[in-house]
């Protein structure tokens, strides 16, 4: 029974160290279940100790640590994230990912489809660059996005400042807005 137990120990123990052993287009699609799946233990096994978000001319350097707040922020939105195609270029992963989530709807860019860099390192995924958001009204977008954040500072000044607010509590508020302004009576 003894060696049983010990068999399976190391099994397991062995199993759990696999996570590295993954094709970079395993991490990516690894990465995008996991956040499918709430999992952050998940994440953190394929991406390197630091990672960096790259969108347009933001550059988000991230912590493992750090990183987590950011998955907090969206986790609030409740997005779904489905991999439509994975393309390997000069060592680096071209992802298109098309995305659902509560804060797309309101924006009306449900869902949205983009392309990403994704580069890699011996410890995992390094760096996510955003290339194109092939579907996206960026028009749109704006217009949203500033209608909204002009009434809550009008209507709802408690909340002002969710849209730079980039923690969960920001992303809480930025539900609330959406709430708030999809339900005032103005709008009847």
């Avoid at 890699?120 to 390094?126: E, H």
């Avoid at 760096?127 to 002009?150: F, H, I, M, Y």
């Amino acid at each position: 029974m003894k060696k049983y137990f010990v068999l399976f120990f190391f099994t397991t123990l062995l199993t759990g160290c696999d996570d590295k052993g993954l094709t970079p287009s395993d991490q990516v699609t690894e990465y995008y279940h996991a956040f499918n799946d709430s999992d952050f233990s998940r994440i953190t096994a394929v991406i390197a100790d630091s990672i960096t978000i790259v969108e347009g001319e933001y550059v988000m350097p991230y912590s493992q640590k750090n990183f987590h707040e950011q998955f907090k922020w969206d986790s609030i939105f409740q997005p779904t994230y489905k991999v439509v195609a994975l393309e390997v270029q000069n060592n680096q992963i071209i992802a298109t990912v098309a995305s659902s989530s509560k804060r797309y709807k309101y924006l009306k860019n449900d869902p949205l489809t983009c392309r990403f860099e994704i580069s890699f390192n011996s410890d995992g995924i390094t760096k996510l660059e955003s290339l194109e958001c092939l579907d996206a009204d960026w028009n749109v977008w704006q217009a949203e996005r500033d209608s909204l954040v002009n009434w809550t500072k009008k209507n709802h000044p408690e909340l002002d400042g969710f849209i730079h607010d980039l923690t969960m509590n920001g992303a809480i508020n930025y539900l609330k807005a959406i709430e708030l302004y999809e339900n005032r009576q103005d709008a009847l």
